[in-house]
């Protein structure tokens, strides 16, 4: 298995709502990545996860919770999103932090609304 | 302050020429650099890598040049085909415990039949 896998791939949510985006691996992978991406703009790291314990977090709004339950799996909690959230998520892993090469996942498509 | 350019937004090349996608970088910390390529509706797949310490790397159709001195990098794609059309994202990690990616804001690239 060479894939992460996002669910669900698209997700259309209120503004009082509460979400949870799902991400998982089995290449045994040790680092796992949260980005946001608008349209027409690069990706953006929101957090990392090096050994299911919090590495990164670039100033996310609270939001915005990510969990690591185990090392496979990678979750995004979301609550009180404003409509300017609305972007393509995306999920990444890696060996370890920082090894080259990502492997991404297709994203969930966020509409807040 | 963008420390991963990407000048062209967008780039047309007929079927069997040779697609050159450019990017320039700021940070003399990057010690590696990533191209991904990006279908709509799904996550960047990695292309191919150069470290630092080489000049040129070549896999298939695909080779990436850096000329340090001008901080600079490009993808050559020979011969380009219709499934090369696809947005090209330059990224690029630093040295360092963090080593993330950083991306460029993307080329898209058409390949005319």
């Known amino acids: 298995d060479t894939e992460v896998t996002q669910t669900p791939k698209h997700l259309v949510m209120g503004m009082t709502n509460k979400k949870s985006l799902k991400c998982e691996q089995h290449?045994?992978?040790?680092?796992m990545y949260w980005y946001k991406q608008k349209a027409k703009k690069p990706p953006e790291l929101m957090f990392v996860?090096?050994?299911?314990?919090?590495?990164i977090n670039e100033s996310v709004p609270s939001r915005f919770s990510p969990e690591c339950p185990n090392s496979s799996l990678l979750n995004l909690h979301l609550h009180a999103l404003q409509p300017e959230d609305s972007a393509l998520y995306l999920c990444?892993?890696?060996?370890?932090?920082?090894?080259?090469?990502?492997?991404f996942g297709s994203g969930t498509r966020l509409t807040v609304v | 302050d963008q420390q991963v350019k990407q000048n062209s937004p967008s780039l047309s090349v007929q079927e069997g020429r040779i697609s050159i996608l450019n990017c320039d970088y700021t940070?003399?910390?990057?010690?590696?650099f990533l191209w991904y390529k990006k279908y709509p509706a799904e996550g960047p797949t990695f292309l191919i890598s150069?470290?630092?310490?080489?000049d040129k790397n070549e896999d298939g159709r695909f080779t990436v040049f850096l000329n340090k001195s001008a901080k600079h990098l490009s993808l050559h794609i020979v011969p380009s085909q219709p499934g090369d059309s696809a947005v090209y994202f330059c990224?690029?990690?630093?040295?360092?415990?963090?080593?993330?990616?950083?991306f460029g804001s993307g080329t898209q690239l058409t390949v005319l039949p």
């Open positions: 940070n003399s910390m990057f010690d590696y």
């Open positions: 990224a690029a990690q630093s040295s360092g415990s963090a080593r993330q990616l950083t």
């Open positions: 290449m045994g992978h040790r680092a």
């Open positions: 150069i470290s630092s310490i080489k």
């Open positions: 996860y090096s050994y299911e314990k919090l590495s």
């Open positions: 990444a892993s890696s060996q370890r932090q920082g090894v080259v090469g990502y492997t």
